[in-house]
């Protein structure tokens, strides 16, 4: 009869000496154990719900602050504004002018002014226009003596001469009686003078030339006259108009002849004779204010400046 062997004896793994069954032996699961998850790791700090919250709350404050700020700024800008306002309205009561009067008024006195200035220079200009004759000006050349027609009883006379002889310009009236003695010159000659003005005689209406030589002569208004100016340094005769003020002139002349400088306005005593002198000159004249024409014969160079 055969014997069947024994089942074994055990489940269990053999008992190790070193591990005593008690204990959890190596490599085996124990009984009742359950194997754990290994723990979750853990967020960084500004990722965690309480840091975002945190975040959040401040930029909403720092928002409300900067909005706040510029709200203030926009309402002291508009009660500065209103305070602005409410003082010219308040000035406005108090003086019985609109707001603004002060600036208003303030343009209107210098556009006021330059329109006065302006009003003076034109009629200084008007002037000139009004008191003498206005025409185109007029040139005639030749040679030896000759008589031409003006074209008006007043006006200036630019005139040249290359001969070695006389070279006398006379104005003749109606009845070719003398008029004026406008230049009166021996050999060259190149100036500018004036007739009709002193009123010694009629009115002219010829030219009466004589020369020694070949001449050119250009008659035209007194308006057309070149402004004086300060100051003026000139050589030979000249003819100009002066629309200053009331002055002290400081005349000079370095010619050997005649230095006859006159003053003509329309002020009462009108025809003023401020040097009447042969050779060098050195003075003062005092003279009334403009507008004016101002006649010099010279033979030399000359100079007029105020003091």
Excluded at 227 to 243: A, F, I, N
């Amino acid at each position: 009869m055969s014997t069947t062997p024994p089942p074994p004896e055990h489940s269990q793994p053999p008992e190790n000496p070193q591990y005593p069954q008690s204990y959890p032996q190596p490599g085996y699961p124990q009984p009742g154990f359950v194997p754990q998850a290994p723990p979750a790791a853990k967020k960084p700090w500004y990722l965690r719900w309480w840091s975002i919250t945190i975040a959040v709350v401040f930029v909403l404050c720092c928002s409300g602050g900067i909005i706040g700020a510029l709200g203030d700024d926009t309402d002291t800008g508009d009660e500065a504004s209103e305070a602005s306002s409410d003082a010219d309205d308040q000035s406005a009561a108090e003086t019985g002018e609109p707001a603004g009067a002060d600036e208003a008024d303030e343009a209107g006195g210098e556009e006021a002014e330059g329109e006065a200035e302006e009003a003076e220079e034109e009629e200084e200009a008007d002037y000139f226009s009004s008191s003498f004759p206005v025409f185109d000006a007029v040139t005639e050349s030749g040679s030896g003596d000759s008589v031409i027609d003006l074209p008006a009883g007043q006006g200036i006379i630019t005139a040249s001469h290359s001969g070695s002889g006389n070279f006398i310009l006379t104005t003749l009236d109606e009845n070719n009686e003398m008029s004026d003695l406008p230049v009166n010159a021996i050999g060259s000659y190149d100036g500018t003078a004036a007739y009709g003005i002193a009123g010694l005689g009629g009115d002219a209406t010829s030219l009466e030339i004589t020369a020694g030589g070949s001449w050119e002569i250009t008659i035209a208004p007194i308006a057309d006259a070149p402004e004086l100016g300060d100051p003026q340094e000139s050589q030979g005769d000249g003819v100009y108009r002066y629309t200053g003020g009331a002055a002290n002139w400081k005349l000079t002349h370095d010619g050997a002849h005649n230095f006859i400088v006159t003053y003509v306005s329309d002020s009462m005593f009108g025809f003023d004779l401020l040097v009447n002198e042969i050779g060098s000159y050195d003075g003062t004249s005092a003279v009334t204010s403009g507008p004016a024409v101002v006649i010099v014969n010279a033979d030399g160079g000359w100079s007029i400046a105020s003091e």
